[in-house]
């Protein structure tokens, strides 16, 4: 495994596979790697004879009063679990080898980005489409990967990859879960262990909206009220958002109909869970 | 010489030149081709196994009130041109091609697009950025040829392909005049005979501010205000901005010294022809 901090060295390795008629896959990450990471790298080296992946810390997506600074960089670790997973290149650049000065160029993609996390997180998608551009442009893989659990971050990054041409497949895996149905996140290692306990209720009240839904419920509001109290009456989270919406286009629903996406985001102490399911009605 | 209208179709074409080694040269264009154009494409010939030529007139970079509707399209005299030319591909797409619905992304490039033409025109480099970064993507070539008359354009596009790490070199080529000194324009076909006469008082001015700072001038505001003079005698054009700023990042200078941009818009009756001259001072 070649662990490459420029983006020099990085184009000319590549450059060569590429010539040697080698496919190309690429994971993006923040690093501090859970099960969740290494399903999308599983999938990537199942579909391609190289894998890379990227480990940055992306300050541009994430606002004041975030945690850029105590996001989770255990270096050492994620180099580890990405040798056991066989990865090929991991792409590990700092913030100066990203941005050099002057950086003025911003990626802005409408009416998908102004509700849900991103109505929360001004400029985080911007952040994010920016920066997953830039990176796409350094790699040029034929596909990238990504989680569901950023649900709304697929469909910005499809919608960029679309509008801008950019060559190349994007694919989506699973949220993968602990037991008790929690998310896989980084951010999770933030949790006090009682919040560790009450964070299970997010999976739990969005499989039980969808099982309303499944039989019969079409009431937005009847289901956005009961995925809020089932919350509030099984932790101490705080609610930043309970959404059920089109799944296309994130737009809002009179009444529940076609592929519908139920997404929430709570606070646990300094921790901001994200969470979503799909639900196809007929 | 072929011309292809698809994303799709373009793109296999170049796929098989690429894998045959063949280097592949790009010159974006929105037609009505003059001999600025023509020198782009002998460049980009000169130094590429095939040149790629885009006409496409971008509704996205044109504000409201702007030339849009009335912007020159003399098609079947461009392809005989590029014919001429020994061009190899005229990419021809439609808007609904470039523009499929829903398009919700926009590329912003901060700090150098806020002054001389994209104060008059906002928006308007949100728009050439974007398209660039389409066609970038969609022809994929080594080397890109962009004419100095549009000075502010050559340096958003060298922005945006640093910022983006695009995977390309952009060749910025000099500005090709008619004998009295007009800039060659494809606007200036809509000039009067009148107007025709008077425009060549825009480079006559520059020729001679230039010449001034040459022999010693270091006042930015006598330079400034000899050009207007100079324009507002010979001519009855209207003004839009005379400038005379840092050629790096067109920021507004104290005193002249460095490499300095002085660049000019006027407006004769419909056309608004632009100008520029650059002047290394010690």
Redesign the interface.
Known sequence: MKTIPK?KTL?TELDTLRARGKSIGFVPTMGALHEGHLSLIRRCRKENDITVISIFVNPTQFGPGEDYKSYPRPQEKDLSLAREEDVDIVFVPTVKEMY?Q???????????TGQLCGKTRPGHFEGV??VV??LF??V?PQTAYFGQKDYQQTLVVR??V??????LKIAVCPIIREKDGLAMSSRNKHLSPKHRREAAVLYQSLKSAKQKILTGERNVKKIIDFIRSTIKNKSSGEIDYVSCVNAA?LKPLRKIEGKVLIAVAVGFGKARLIDNILVQTK
């Open positions: 983006i184009r050099p002057p950086h003025r160029t911003s990626i802005d993609i409408k009416e998908i489409a920016t551009a830039k442009n350094i040029s919608q960029l679309k509008d801008l041409n950019l060559p286009d």
